[in-house]
T-cell receptor, first 110, second 113 residues
């Protein structure tokens, strides 16, 4: 069964304290791995798409990487405005159905 | 360019009632997907439509149905509402149905009393 698991469920950081979020996936024929940011009560905001192992993408303080079993979202020197829930989703096989993890809620304190 | 739009923003219904949620995709996008997000969990796939044809269905009861119109907008219908249907309903659009990034709308918050 296709499955995506994120860890940790919650993460508290001090402003400037770098860390990484993990996304482990078991998906048949992965076609893409997606990262989204979600603020409370709002829809997910697209961050990155990764298609193959070894691929990396960066945007401001965020960097996403992909291996054959997991993806990492690295946050460098976070700011309070980076506080949100980060969702990982896998697109398996011959389908347009995104399989989401439960999310990691990040809180960055000033 | 306008993003994905959804209406209404919030909705309160009672058990047994019917609800219709609406979604307009990003201009040029031909695929629309619907997801249900219960508080504290990741979104769960309900349906995907591409060029007005159903391309995928998640593990939801037959009370849930959807359709896509010639202008690529979409409706999600839920009959005989249950308390457990209370959730944020998300619509996502993409250029095609299989590989392209899905962009989400703001969602419709449904509360069933």
């Amino acid at each position: 069964e296709d499955q995506v698991t994120q860890s940790p469920e919650a993460l508290r950081l001090q402003e400037g304290e770098s860390s990484s979020l993990n996304c482990s996936y078991t998906v048949s024929g992965l076609r893409g791995l997606f990262w989204y940011r979600q603020d409370p009560g709002k829809g997910p905001e697209f961050l990155f798409t990764l298609y193959s192992a070894g691929e990396e993408k960066e945007k401001e303080r965020l960097k996403a990487t992909l291996t054959k079993k997991e993806s990492f979202l690295h946050i460098t020197a976070p700011k309070p405005e980076d506080s949100a829930t980060y969702l990982c989703a896998a697109l398996p096989g011959n389908t347009g159905k995104l399989i989401f993890g439960q999310g990691t809620t990040l809180q960055v304190k000033p | 360019d306008a993003g994905v739009t959804q209406s209404p923003t919030h909705l309160i219904k009672t058990r047994g009632q019917h609800v219709t949620l609406r979604c307009s995709p990003i201009s040029g996008h031909k695929s629309v997907s619907w997801y249900q997000q219960v508080l504290g969990q990741g979104p769960q796939f309900i349906f995907q439509y591409y060029e007005k044809e159903e391309r995928g269905r998640g593990n939801f009861p037959d009370r849930f149905s959807a359709r896509q119109f010639p202008n690529y907008s979409s409706e999600l219908n839920v009959n005989a509402l249950l308390l457990g249907d209370s959730a944020l309903y998300l619509c996502a659009s993409s250029l095609d149905s299989f590989t392209d990034t899905q962009y989400f709308g703001p969602g419709t918050r449904l509360t069933v009393l």
